[in-house]
Nanobody, 124 residues
Framework: QEHLVESGGGLVQAGGSLRLSCAASGRTLSRYSMGWFRQAPGKEREFVATIIRYSSTTYYAASIKGRFTISRDNAENTLYLQMNSLKPEDTAVYFC?????????????????WGQGTQVTVSS
């Protein structure tokens, strides 16, 4: 059973930056392809970014491409999401997730393990 814990959320002004972390326990994070998702109030959970295991190929949602960067530190067993040039519409609870595949997956239902989420609020 993979256990994921997000941290790093908070309140930031528009144009600011935050770095989210996702710490994994139970198994080595490098064995999984990882993703970041977000869910705003009243909206469905949506894909943000993914990084493929072994190759570290990345893929991003169009809405955040060029502003967010997903990365992983296998030695620290941690996944990151660097978020720059934040906008009020980025306000949401951000979740990390893991799956066993070797392709970029954007579907929520395809991920096997989820963290509890961390709140990001961007003020205008």
């Amino acid at each position: 059973q993979e256990h994921l814990v997000e941290s790093g959320g908070g309140l930031v002004q528009a144009g600011g930056s935050l770095r989210l972390s996702c710490a994994a326990s139970g198994r080595t994070l490098s064995r999984y392809s990882m993703g970041w998702f977000r869910q705003a109030p009243g909206k469905e959970r949506e894909f943000v970014a993914t990084i493929i295991r072994y190759s570290s190929t990345t893929y991003y949602a169009a809405s955040i491409k060029g502003r967010f960067t997903i990365s992983r530190d296998n030695a620290e067993n941690t996944l990151y999401l660097q978020m720059n040039s934040l906008k009020p519409e980025d306000t949401a609870v951000y979740f990390c997730a893991a799956h066993n595949g070797d392709v970029a997956i954007t579907a929520v239902g395809a991920y096997d393990y989820w963290g509890q989420g961390t709140q990001v609020t961007v003020s205008s």
